[in-house]
């Protein structure tokens, strides 16, 4: 059976897909015990637990942690680089939240945990008690892990690995770089988030390039030896921009050794590169308040339970999103979206004295290649009994001469239907 369609059928049978799905056993209801509950990260994983904690029991407290007034979403950010979106479409806000789900919006940093007395401490160091504590922190990067390239040199070579002033930094770059110029993107190893980002991000710039400086080239060194969505992504590149796009893998070149943020130049194993933009994707690791508060093991990631996404240091604290270990998830919105919804009905379980329903999570994303061509790929995961950790169900990704045009309005679709899932607008 083609394996789209044996995704959709498992979809199907799964119930997932918008709303409220994410669970195995049906057991998925309105909750009816009270309490506390905090969420730190108004991203996609945090907002997404945020409403769903509502949706699923709406006698339960929720306050949400997040000191910006809105969220500036990352799906979408490539389209920005190269020009074929404005910022402001990537802005999210969070007043249907606050107003139809009545949840408690606090505009501040959460500074520290206080796990033993469970209290979310602010900058200004106020105090948030709660019962059951979602941390959704996202990444942060390594910034020892590349000679030469801190979080100075990123003021200069950005990385634009979060919306904002980078992602305007790197268009501005490009949209100034003469014709002929050369683009360098390095792209790290597994894991980090969003594994087929620099790949969109190099396609949407070769599709600026090849119309406004088309003598410019575009180089890749990837620390990888494969990537996501690998077959599609290069059978576009060669139908539509040539010797344009080249891919460098770390078989090639080897291990990226050093950034001169000044020079723009990188030296990897075996050469030296000079670039008119370069971009560098650094190494990354769970979000800053996760690491400071013990949640995190040696990988620099949080190990959880995937049955309710509870954190194997502290039952209390439920960890989603990008900090997580939730392999064999990749680290995208979608998953953090998918990883929320499992974890509001195991916090409402919980909360009733319940066992956590059996999950069963979905990740689907779209990249495009083109302004008007997208591919993308999906996964079911279930949980398996043997080893208490998640396991691939079924898979399946746009093949190389799959429809890229119909993909696009697809990806349009699942923009805009994503958003109102996240945010509830």
Request: glycine share 10%.
């Amino acid at each position: 059976m083609n394996p789209r369609r044996r995704f959709l059928r498992l979809l199907a049978a799964c119930g997932l897909g918008w709303g409220l799905g994410g669970c195995a056993s049906g057991r998925h209801r309105r909750g009816t015990g009270s309490g506390q509950v905090v969420v730190v990260g108004g991203g996609h994983g945090g907002a997404t637990a945020a409403r769903y904690l509502k949706l699923m029991n709406p006698d339960l407290t929720v306050t949400l942690i997040e000191p910006r007034d809105t969220y500036l979403s990352c799906p979408g950010s490539n389209e920005t680089v190269a020009g074929l979106k404005d910022m402001g479409t990537l802005v999210r806000s969070y007043d249907s939240l606050r107003r139809e789900l009545d949840i408690k919006k606090v505009n501040a940093q959460a500074t520290r945990l206080d796990r033993p007395r469970r209290r979310v401490v602010l900058a200004d160091g106020a105090e948030v008690p709660y019962d059951r504590l979602v941390l959704s922190p996202g990444i942060d990067f390594r910034w020892d892990a590349i000679e030469g390239y801190d979080e100075a040199a990123s003021r200069t070579v950005p990385h634009a690995w979060r919306a904002g002033p980078q992602t305007a930094m790197l268009a501005r770059q490009i949209r100034t770089m003469p014709d002929g110029g050369l683009v360098l993107i390095t792209a790290p190893a597994n894991p980090y988030r969003c594994p087929p980002g620099p790949y969109e991000r190099a396609s949407l710039i070769a599709c600026y390039l090849k119309k406004y400086k088309p003598r410019s080239k575009i180089l890749i060194l990837d620390a990888k030896t494969r990537f996501s969505k690998q077959p599609a992504f290069e059978q576009a590149w060669r139908e539509h921009y040539g010797d344009m796009l080249e891919w460098i893998s770390s078989e090639k070149q080897g291990r990226l050794e050093r950034v001169d943020a000044a020079a723009r130049t990188v030296e990897t194993e075996f050469d030296a590169f000079r670039a008119d933009v370069l971009n560098v994707i650094p190494p990354q690791k769970a979000g800053a308040l996760a690491e400071q508060s013990g949640l995190t093991d040696t990988s620099g990631w949080c190990p959880v339970d995937p049955l309710s996404f509870a954190s194997v240091y502290d039952s209390a604290i439920h960890v989603i999103g990008d900090a997580c270990q939730a392999g064999p998830m990749p680290k995208s919105a979608f998953s953090a979206n998918s990883q929320a919804k499992v974890c509001a009905a195991a916090v409402v379980a919980s909360l009733a004295g319940e066992p956590p329903p059996e999950p069963l999570l979905i990740n689907h994303c779209y990249s495009f290649v083109a302004s008007d061509e997208a591919i993308s790929i999906t996964g079911v995961y279930g949980y398996s009994r043997n080893d208490g950790q998640l396991e691939t169900r079924s898979t399946g990704e746009t093949p190389p001469g799959g429809d890229r045009k119909r993909e696009a309005i697809h990806a349009r679709a699942w923009q805009r239907s994503f958003r109102a899932d996240v945010f509830g607008y």
